[in-house]
């Protein structure tokens, strides 16, 4: 039962969303033995003004 | 002091979360002791496309 | 496919931790039509020492 | 490697949300020893609607 | 800069965790072009007796 | 009602997570004019072996 929560500054193509979801979800079966059925995976996609680094917000005005 | 963040694939209705909201306040409140002044609850739906079981988006596309 | 996450200062027993699960697996399946099979639902038992309130940690030391 | 995360009934002005990062980045460099570099926080605007107190939604109809 | 944070029932060794670490960077970075050195996850082992699916704990006494 | 949460990697000292508390709960009053007592500020402190950068789990073993 892993629950994934991916946040990302901008934005993702659904085909990015399917790829990345795909993956993940492969990579906690093989490794953790986790069924993927039970796996959550969720995007959230963050705008960049509202995600800072150092201190200054990512939209860069 | 609970804090309560629900995520659902999908949205909900205003009813539908007023009532959620209640419910599950009235439930901390008798079962964990919590004054539900102090319950914040916090609603966050999901787009189909943002969230994948088994390694699929539930957007089914 | 609902996610709840509730975080509460202090613990719970594993009694009230069953009772507020089932309670609020009941809800969300009643009024927001999720089927509990597909409704997940985490404790966090968040230290006093861990959770501020008003510019206070709750362990009022 | 601080994240920060902060969820705000209502909206803030880039105005105000680069000042809060601007501080609560120095705050952590200065108290905890984290080089901004490091420091991410995101922001996390939730309408009235999806957030209760008191098992009432904020938007108060 | 992605965020991904990673919650498992159960515990994991540090050698699965190193893996899935690294393949979900990885990941991130071919499919999403996240530079590695920006990209944080965190692993978060929850206790059966903190996780319910269907409303049960999943410590199924 | 912000709600603030806090990932560190490592450890802080009481002294630290009280000073931090108290500056953030400042600057979310004088600069997003929200009343003390409605901010909730959580710590959460991960482990280094919980945390990766670039793929490498911050216990750099």
């Given amino acids: 039962m892993p629950y994934v929560d991916i946040k990302i500054a901008g934005s993702l193509s659904r085909e990015q969303k399917a790829e990345i979801a795909q993956e993940i979800t492969a990579t906690l079966q093989r490794v953790a033995h986790k069924p993927p059925s039970y796996t959550y ?11 800072a680094i150092a201190g200054e917000l990512l939209d860069g005005k």
């Fill in 41 to 51: 995976i969720t995007f959230n996609e963050v705008a960049y003004e509202d995600w």
